[in-house]
Nanobody, 116 residues
Framework: QVQLLESGGGLVQPGGSLRLSCAAS????????MGWYRQAPGKQRELVAS???????NYAGSVKGRFTISRDNAKNTVALQMNSLKPQDTAVYFC??????????WGQGTQVTVSS
């Protein structure tokens, strides 16, 4: 069974940067899609960024130009570089994988807080 573990969250001031990392217990080379979702208190969970097996990327309009998603198949990791962070980015961030078998996998989440 695939297991995902996020890391890199924390508290930063507006304008700061964080890099989130998601480590998979198994190979991600055959995954259809890998991505990051986030959920703020009282809000619906939303897609932040995704990357396909063909390295096509997609970003939410609110983060486009500030966040960058990448993957390293050799290391079985997917990362999210977050720059120019805003208070509105405060949320729990979840790693997501859509496997080649059609099954979905979720990480436990990591807290990102942007506050002055």
């Amino acid at each position: 069974q695939v297991q995902l573990l996020e890391s890199g969250g924390g508290l930063v001031q507006p304008g700061g940067s964080l890099r989130l990392s998601c480590a998979a217990s198994g190979s991600i080379s055959s995954s259809r899609i890998m991505g990051w979702y986030r959920q703020a208190p009282g809000k619906q969970r939303e897609l932040v960024a995704s990357i396909t097996s063909g390295d096509n990327t997609n970003y939410a309009g609110s983060v486009k130009g500030r966040f960058t998603i990448s993957r390293d198949n050799a290391k079985n990791t997917v990362a999210l570089q977050m720059n120019s962070l805003k208070p509105q980015d405060t949320a729990v961030y979840f790693c997501y994988v859509l496997g080649s078998n059609g099954l979905e996998y979720w990480g436990q989440g990591t807290q990102v807080t942007v506050s002055s």
